[in-house]
C-alpha cells in the first residue's frame, strides 16, 4: 500500500452522527470524496439533503434520521443500515448538544438531557455499531469530545456539557483499550471553537465573548470543520493504524496554553 492509499477509505461503509450539522456534514463530504460509502445520520431530517447533494456530485452517500438518546432507536438505525449495507467498516460518533447555564442554576432536566444526547447517546451508539466490528475483527470508531472536556472553558457556563464530553474522551480510552488485540480502534477528538451553529448557542454572536476567546486562542482563530473533517478521515484510515486510546486535540492550541 502507498503511503497516500493509506489515508484512503474506498469501499468502506462509515456511519457519522450529528450529519445535519456543520462539523458532521463537512466529515460527510472529506470522508466521500476519500472513497467511503456514507451514512449520513442525524435526528434533524435535512440530513437527507447532505446526503442527496453528495449522491448529485457521484459521491456514495445514504442517510437515516435517528436520535442517538434513545437506545431502541439506535439499535433499530443499526439494524436498517446493515440491511443496506452489509456492514459498518467505521462510526464517527458526533452528535451532541450545548446550552449556557451556571452549575447551580442545572435542572434535573438540564443535567439529564444533555447526558442522555453527548455521553450516553455516544455509548449507545459505538455499542450498537461496534458489534459488527469486534464480530469481523477489523474497524474503527471516533467520537467528538471537546476541548470543554480537558479544560474549564471560559467565559460559558455548561458544566454538564463539559463532564459529558469528558466521559466521552475517557470512553474512546478506556474501549480503544479493551478492543486493541480484536482491530477496532477508538480514539476522540477534541475540536476547540469551530465555527458551526453551536457556537452561535453558547456566544459566538457576543462580540466581548468573541475576544476572550481569540485572547485565549494561540492561533487567533476559529477551527474550521475542514479541520476536523480531515483529523476524522486520517483517524478511520489505516494511515492511524497505530494509533488507539486516545484524545486527540485540533483545537489550534488552546488546551495548551
Ligand atoms: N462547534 C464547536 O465549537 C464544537 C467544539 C467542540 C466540540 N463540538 C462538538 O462537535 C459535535 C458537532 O457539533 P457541531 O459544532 O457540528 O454542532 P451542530 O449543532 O451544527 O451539529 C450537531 C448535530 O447533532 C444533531 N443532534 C443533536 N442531538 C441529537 C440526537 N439526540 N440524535 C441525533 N442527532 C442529534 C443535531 O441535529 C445537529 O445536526 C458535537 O458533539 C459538539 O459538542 C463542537
Redesign the pocket.
Known amino acids: 500500500m502507498s503511503a497516500t492509499d493509506r489515508f484512503r477509505l474506498d469501499g468502506r461503509s462509515i456511519v457519522v ?8 456534514r463537512t466529515t460527510c463530504r472529506h470522508l466521500a470524496t476519500l472513497g467511503a460509502r456514507v451514512v449520513a445520520a ?3 431530517e435535512s440530513v437527507r439533503g447532505v446526503a442527496d447533494a453528495l449522491s448529485a456530485e457521484g459521491l456514495s452517500a445514504d442517510w437515516i434520521a ?4 434513545d437506545p431502541a432507536s439506535v439499535n433499530a438505525a443499526r439494524d436498517e443500515i446493515l440491511s443496506r449495507h452489509g456492514a459498518v467498516d467505521g462510526l464517527f460518533a ?5 446550552y449556557e447555564r451556571p452549575g447551580a442554576e442545572h435542572t434535573d432536566d438540564d443535567w439529564r438531557r444533555v447526558m442522555g ?2 455521553l450516553d ?1 455516544v455509548f449507545w451508539t459505538i455499542r450498537a455499531f461496534a458489534a459488527g466490528m469486534l464480530e469481523r475483527g477489523r474497524g474503527a470508531v471516533v467520537a ?1 469530545s ?3 472536556g480537558v479544560k474549564a472553558v471560559r467565559p460559558e457556563l455548561h458544566v454538564g456539557y463539559d463532564v459529558s ?1 469528558a466521559g466521552v474522551a475517557h470512553m474512546a480510552r478506556v474501549l480503544g483499550v479493551e478492543w486493541a488485540r480484536r482491530g477496532v480502534r477508538v480514539n476522540a477528538i477534541g ?4 465555527d ?4 452561535a448557542e453558547v456566544g459566538i454572536s457576543q462580540p466581548d465573548v468573541m475576544a476572550r476567546w481569540m485572547d485565549d486562542q494561540p492561533i487567533g482563530r476559529l477551527v474550521s ?1 475542514d479541520e476536523i473533517a480531515a483529523t476524522v478521515g486520517f483517524l478511520l484510515s489505516d494511515a492511524s493504524s497505530g494509533i488507539t486510546a486516545q484524545l486527540l486535540m485540533v483545537d489550534g492550541g488552546y488546551s495548551a496554553a
Open positions: 452522527t450529528g450529519a445535519a450539522g456543520g462539523i458532521g442525524d435526528r434533524d435517528f436520535d442517538v438518546a458526533n452528535a451532541g448538544m450545548a444526547v453527548n447517546g467528538t471537546s476541548i470543554a464530553k475540536p476547540g471553537y469551530t458551526t451553529v453551536m457556537l470543520p
